[in-house]
Every structure is written in structure tokens, then in C-alpha cells.
Nanobody
Framework: QVQLVESGGGMVQPGGSLRLSCAAS????????MSWVRQAPGKGPERVST????????YYLDSVKGRFTISRDNAKNTLYLQMNSLKPEDTALYYC?????????????WGQGTQVTVSS
């Protein structure tokens, strides 16, 4: 069955960096568009970033553009999100999603999530 396991979250000071990873299994990873979705307490989900199958096309939420970088290693079945210059408003549970532009908001495509907390 499809499994998406996020890791790399934690607590960091404003201006710091984190690198999230998503280990995928149970499907042909290289055939699927992938996304990162985040949700803060009491707020709706946001699509942070999306990457196409080959890694040549990327989407970013306006508020993270220039600070976050999505990438993938199809040989390792792994998705990454490099987060730099982190801000308190980036605090959220971050999910890996086997989904793209049309389906990112469907929870059935998400992993279990990893917590990112940006605080001094």
C-alpha cells in the first residue's frame, strides 16, 4: 500500500533552516507529481510547493518563494523541501502529498506529517 513518511521537522529560531524529507513506497514514485502541504492550528491547509515527475517544473506559494526549494530524487523514491530564512508564520504541520495542482488538498493523498516550529 502507498506510504509517505515525512521527517526532518523540529524547532528552529527565526532566520534558521530545516530540510524536510519524504520517503515514498508502494507506488511508482517517478510517475507522480508530488507536493508539500502545511496546516497551522485553526487554519486551513496551504499548498506550499509542487514538483512535476522529472523535477523540471516547480510551483511555490507566494509567501515562501525565494526561501523554500522543492526537489526529488527518483532513484531514492524521496521528496525534499529545503526551507531557509524561516519565519514564525511558517510554523505548521508539514505533509508530503502524492498529488499536484488539481488534488493537493485531498487528505487521502497526504502522509502523517512532520511538525515545524519557528520561534525564539
Amino acid at each position: 500500500q502507498v506510504q509517505l513518511v515525512e521527517s526532518g521537522g523540529g524547532m528552529v529560531q527565526p532566520g534558521g533552516s530545516l530540510r524536510l524529507s519524504c520517503a515514498a513506497s508502494g507506488f511508482t514514485f517517478s510517475n507522480y507529481e508530488m507536493s508539500w502541504v502545511r496546516q497551522a492550528p485553526g487554519k486551513g491547509p496551504e499548498r506550499v510547493s509542487t514538483i512535476n515527475t522529472g523535477g523540471s517544473t516547480r510551483y511555490y506559494l507566494d509567501s515562501v518563494k525565494g526561501r523554500f526549494t522543492i526537489s526529488r530524487d527518483n532513484a531514492k523514491n524521496t521528496l525534499y523541501l529545503q526551507m531557509n530564512s524561516l519565519k514564525p508564520e511558517d510554523t505548521a504541520l508539514y505533509y508530503c502529498a502524492r498529488a499536484g495542482t488539481r488534488t493537493w488538498y485531498l487528505r487521502q493523498y497526504w502522509g502523517q506529517g512532520t511538525q515545524v516550529t519557528v520561534s525564539s
